[in-house]
Each structure stands twice: as structure tokens, then as C-alpha cells.
């Protein structure tokens, strides 16, 4: 007996899933592309790593990291970071809860590892590698050496008054950063050269302007006369660049 034709609808049918048949294979052979050639720091499944410069997924890979300990561990660990753990102490409504102190791997501080929670600590690394770094040999001509600052855990309220809302320096969640130190000794501070027009200026606004990227909060001379003398760095929960 022969076969009946096969009507319009099923030949439509026929053509729709040979097409989407074609098109998932497509699909496929482009994702292996694409997982093989595209850049790491451009793709999302893809971990984050320090030693990537920034790119397409950067930030949201950052920010998930920062939110889970474990993750913001070990990535600054795989970058190289040596830190130390800090035991978590309470005093009033102040605390040190997933607070570390870091060793080497990032630009040295000074004084020398101060306490700060895990998620301001991978802010200061990446800021340190991405942002300050750049900005000091494109416009200074040499590295940085060391950054000096006036401390991240203090248990005080914002601006140390008496009444109001905690700072984020009452859980080490904030690094107050005074100056800069290059690898031939010059000194660059925020209270003497933020205005500067010439190329110190231009440094220290650039290294503001970069670590609004890595930073939630971050406020220099531009915000108010409090900050005339240190760009305020924190990850807390309120986000401005100024």
C-alpha cells in the first residue's frame, strides 16, 4: 500500500525542528567557542581570579565573592594574598566578625595589617592591583611602595558622634587612607595634594575614581572638610563616590 503524503502542518512541524535542531547545534559549537577563546574576566562561569585584569564579568564575580567568606578567602589565596585570620571579638555594637589581616600579596600598608573584615580586604587587593597601580605609572612614572592610612576598626559612631548610626570603622569595614608612598620615596598625601593640578593630583583623584569600582563608600576632599585629609574607603551598605 503506498504511503500517504504527509500533509502541510507536518512538513511545518518537520522544517520547525530541524531548524531548532540546527540552531542547537550552532548554540553549542559557539558556547565551546566562546568558553574556549573569550577572555576568563569577560565570562560569568568562570572564576574570578586577581591576576585577570577587569573585564565584562568582573564585577558581578566580585561582588559574589565578596559575599560568601569562603570565596573571598580563596580568592585572594589563588592571587597570591597571604593574610591571617583575626579572631572575632565584640565590644558594645562593635565587632571584628570574618576579619583578617593581610600580610603581603597587595600594596603594604602602613601601619602594617591592620584588622578589616574579608570583603574590605579583597577591595583593597583588587584596588590596590587594578586601580592604584596603573594610575601610578601611567602618571607618576613608578609604583606604589606603600600606603599609609589612620585605620580601619575604631567603635565609634559616623563622625564619632555621640547619637546616630555605628560607622563602618565599628566593624572594620573601612580603611581610612592618608597617603602614598612611591617606590622611590616620594610622599603623596591627600591633605596636601589632592588639588594639586599637576600629575600628584591627578594620581590621587585617579585612585579615588578607581576605587569606586571596588569600594561601596568613597569619600575624599570633593565630599565634605571631614574627609580633607583621607579618602574613606568602606564596603558597607550605602554606596557614593565623591
Known amino acids: 500500500m503506498p ?21 542547537a547545534v550552532v548554540g553549542m559549537a559557539l558556547a565551546f567557542a566562546v568558553d574556549a577563546w573569550a577572555p576568563p574576566q569577560d565570562l560569568p562561569w568562570k572564576p574570578l581570579r586577581l591576576a585577570d585584569p577587569p573585564g565584562l564579568a568582573t564585577t558581578m564575580k566580585f561582588t559574589r565573592a565578596a559575599d560568601d567568606p569562603a570565596a573571598c578567602r580563596a580568592v585572594m589565596r589563588e592571587g597570591g594574598v597571604i593574610f591571617s585570620e583575626e579572631p ?5 555594637f562593635c565587632s571584628t566578625h570574618d576579619a583578617v589581616r593581610l600580610l603581603s600579596g ?17 577591595a583593597y587587593v583588587f584596588w590596590s592591583r587594578h586601580s592604584v597601580q596603573p594610575a601610578a ?4 612614572g613608578e609604583p606604589v611602595a606603600r600606603i599609609e592610612h589612620y585605620g580601619t576598626y575604631a567603635c565609634r559612631n559616623v563622625y564619632g558622634r555621640s547619637q ?15 597617603a ?35 569600594f561601596r563608600a568613597v569619600l575624599s576632599p570633593d565630599y565634605n572638610a571631614a574627609h580633607r585629609d583621607h579618602l574613606h ?4 551598605r550605602y554606596r557614593r563616590c565623591s
Do not use: Y
Open 137 to 140: 605609572r601611567s602618571l607618576l
Open 88 to 92: 572575632e571579638r565584640s565590644e558594645g
Open 180 to 214: 602614598f608612598r612611591t617606590a622611590s620615596g616620594r610622599r603623596l598625601t591627600v591633605s596636601g595634594d589632592f588639588r594639586d593640578e599637576a600629575k600628584n593630583g591627578a594620581f590621587l583623584r585617579a585612585a579615588r575614581d578607581g576605587a569606586c569600582r571596588w
Open 233 to 236: 574607603l568602606d564596603f558597607g
Open 164 to 178: 546616630g548610626r555605628p560607622s563602618e570603622h565599628a566593624t572594620a569595614n573601612a580603611l581610612d587612607v592618608a
Open 3 to 23: 504511503l500517504k503524503p504527509a500533509s502541510p502542518f507536518a512538513r511545518f512541524l518537520a522544517g520547525v525542528w530541524s531548524t531548532a535542531l540546527d540552531l
Open 106 to 122: 597587595a600594596i603594604a600598608l602602613s601601619p602594617a595589617a591592620p584588622v578589616m573584615t574579608c570583603r574590605q580586604a579583597l
